[in-house]
């Protein structure tokens, strides 16, 4: 069983940056990630994810602004936030799965089994 913690969450004022961290239990070479966001009263939705071959993907109203990342000799995602600004206001989860060999939506929350508890991201303006 894959256990995923975040850290790094906090508030910061519209313009600032954040970068949170999820740390895995185990081995993160054949997991594609992703970081995921629910602000409330609204569905949970699809913030970047990376594939274990690191090719990335971005929602449309972040691109440009966040950068997902991975290290995984240190079994870590990273999702560095700039220009942050209160829309992006949620809580903040980040997601794993076993790479497969068929396509896939990294931005779908139905393709990802694993999943952290969250980290609260809390933007004023």
């Known amino acids: 069983q894959v256990q995923l913690v975040e850290s790094g969450g906090g508030s910061v004022q519209a313009g600032g940056s954040l970068r949170l961290s999820c740390v895995a239990s185990?081995?993160?070479?054949?997991?594609?990630m992703g970081w995921f966001r629910q602000a409330p009263g609204k569905e949970r939705e699809g913030v970047a994810g990376?594939?274990?071959?690191?090719?990335?993907r971005y929602a449309d109203s972040v691109h440009g602004r966040f950068t997902i990342s991975r290290d995984n000799a240190k079994n870590t995602l990273y999702l560095q936030m700039n220009n942050l600004k209160p829309e992006d206001t949620a809580m903040y989860s980040c997601?794993?799965?076993?790479?497969?060999?068929?396509?896939?939506?990294?931005?779908?929350?139905?393709?990802?089994?694993?999943w952290g508890q969250g980290t609260q991201v809390t933007v004023s303006s």
């Open positions: 990376i594939a274990s071959s690191g090719i990335t």
């Open positions: 997601a794993s799965r076993v790479h497969g060999s068929m396509p896939y939506d990294a931005l779908a929350l139905r393709n990802y089994p694993y």
């Open positions: 185990g081995d993160t070479v054949n997991y594609d």
